[in-house]
């Protein structure tokens, strides 16, 4: 597997502009997740889904953030308009729940993708 | 929700020293803590992590401890070698969840 795979990997924008991004995760996993990281605040979740659906979104800043991922191979995170302190580092991560088929799902391990990183003018 | 301190932020340390790094979690339901290692410009890539029904875990140079009662695991990492030099995350799931919530980073340094 070519593991998680994120797009583009650099986008220069100005302010006000709409901004997306891309994702599609290891082919079998069941949880994707979007985080950002910057250098003040860390990685920070900002949502994420189960099996397409998505379960937490209270990370995502402001309405100006939305996520979705209409089938289980791809996602879009999009800003909408962008503003320059959403200029960071965009990560895209995909898991399988541990222990593969128990009813209670537990955590798996992260695979990230190799970012997007989002400069916003 | 959980939150997970980590310390130190920044570490150097001598080529062959051992390196530790701590982490506190607050939420009591955690049962999964990994470790994640992030060279320059690179994806964080998970290194070792471990379950709460365990109290230490090995890898080769890395090891892992968890004390549930105090909520608290480390990370230690001997014979370090300029390769090791990265910034570390600590994580902690909520609850039984698979939401990870990552500790600030610690930046090694091994010098030669």
């Known amino acids: 597997d070519a593991g998680v795979i994120q797009s583009p990997r650099h986008e220069v924008t100005e302010m006000g502009q709409e901004v997306t991004l891309r994702c599609k995760p290891i082919?079998?996993?069941?949880?994707l997740f979007w985080y950002r990281q910057t250098m003040m605040r860390g990685l920070e979740l900002l949502i994420y889904?189960?099996?397409?659906?998505?379960?937490?979104d209270s990370g995502m800043p402001e309405d100006r953030f939305s996520a979705k991922m209409p089938n289980a191979s791809f996602s879009t995170l999009k800003i909408q308009p962008s503003e320059p302190r959403d200029s960071a580092v965009y990560f895209c991560?995909?898991?399988?729940?541990?222990?593969?088929?128990?009813?209670?799902?537990?955590?798996?391990?992260?695979?990230f993708g190799e970012g997007s990183r989002l400069t916003v003018l | 929700g959980e939150n997970v301190e980590q310390h130190p932020s920044t570490l150097s340390v001598q080529e062959g020293d051992s390196a530790v790094i701590k982490c506190t979690y607050s939420?009591?339901?955690?049962?999964?803590f990994p470790w994640y290692k992030q060279e320059l410009g690179k994806r964080p890539q998970l290194i070792i992590d471990?379950?709460?029904?365990?109290g230490e875990k090995k890898d080769q140079r890395i090891a892992v401890t968890l004390n549930k009662t105090a909520k608290h695991f480390s990370l230690h990492i001997t014979e370090t070698q300029p390769e090791d030099s990265a910034v570390y995350f600590c994580?902690?799931?909520?609850?039984?969840?698979?939401?990870?919530?990552f500790g600030t980073g610690t930046r090694l340094q091994v010098t030669l």
């Open positions: 991560a995909s898991s399988l729940a541990y222990p593969k088929g128990r009813l209670a799902a537990n955590t798996g391990e992260l695979f």
């Open positions: 082919s079998g996993h069941d949880y």
């Open positions: 889904f189960n099996n397409n659906v998505p379960i937490d």
């Open positions: 939420d009591s339901a955690s049962n999964y």
């Open positions: 471990i379950r709460s029904n365990v």
């Open positions: 994580a902690a799931n909520t609850g039984t969840a698979s939401k990870l919530t």
